[in-house]
Structure formats: structure tokens, C-alpha cells
Nanobody, 123 residues
Framework: VQLQASGGGLVQTGGSLKLSCGVSGRFASNYNMAWFRQAPGKEREYVTSIHWGDGDAHYLDSRKDRFTISRDLSKNTVYLQMNSLKPEDTAVYYC?????????????????WGQGTQVTVSS
């Protein structure tokens, strides 16, 4: 499985960005596709995830009003729509994939990773 993240950039506070993660290779409908982020000097943290097969999305309460994850089966792509961005959202954003939901918040449980895309929110 290969993942290719894109769509990052520089945006002002309150702005929006839509990240994309192209998926290729051999993967199954029971994969869980996630977005993580890592700010300088901090640990990689879970943002959100979606089940590839049934589209069931999972959010942390702190972000579900600003972030939306979706997937397009015809394009083999997972998206992360981010609105009302804040400077504290500045990080490298990674897409990741694993089989199943178990421990989905833990990055060490994901077998496949994209290369990351930088998101910078200016104040």
C-alpha cells in the first residue's frame, strides 16, 4: 500500500485547506484510513479517521466541528477538510492506513504512511 499526501500550504488564521491522500497498491475494504499530525517538538497525534469500506468516520470531540474526513472510492483518495484554522493547527499532516479500528488513535499501530504535507497557519 502506498499513500501520497498533498494539499498543504500556508493559510491565515480562520482560513481553510483541503488535504488529499491518494491510495494505491493492494488494500482491502476493511482498512482504516487516518490523518495524523506532528508539530515541531511534539509527538505525532491523531486527527481523524474513516473506514474505507463503509465510510464510518471517527473524530475527537475537540476537532469534529472544524475538520471533516471523507473518501472517494472512485479516485482512491481520502480527504481532510480543515476549516477555521488556528496557528496551533500548524504541523506536518500525515495520512496512514491500517486494518481495522483497534487502537486507531495510536500511530504505532498503523502499517502504512504517506510522506506528510506541511500546513502552516499564520496569526
Amino acid at each position: 500500500v502506498q499513500l501520497q499526501a498533498s494539499g498543504g500550504g500556508l493559510v491565515q488564521t480562520g482560513g481553510s485547506l483541503k488535504l488529499s491522500c491518494g491510495v494505491s497498491g493492494r488494500f482491502a475494504s476493511n482498512y482504516n484510513m487516518a490523518w495524523f499530525r506532528q508539530a515541531p517538538g511534539k509527538e505525532r497525534e491523531y486527527v481523524t479517521s474513516i473506514h474505507w469500506g463503509d465510510g464510518d468516520a471517527h473524530y475527537l470531540d475537540s476537532r469534529k466541528d472544524r475538520f471533516t474526513i471523507s473518501r472517494d472510492l472512485s479516485k482512491n483518495t481520502v480527504y481532510l477538510q480543515m476549516n477555521s484554522l488556528k496557528p496551533e493547527d500548524t504541523a506536518v499532516y500525515y495520512c496512514a492506513a491500517k486494518v481495522g479500528y483497534f487502537d486507531r488513535l495510536k500511530p504505532q499501530t498503523y502499517a502504512y504512511w504517506g510522506q506528510g504535507t506541511q500546513v502552516t497557519v499564520s496569526s
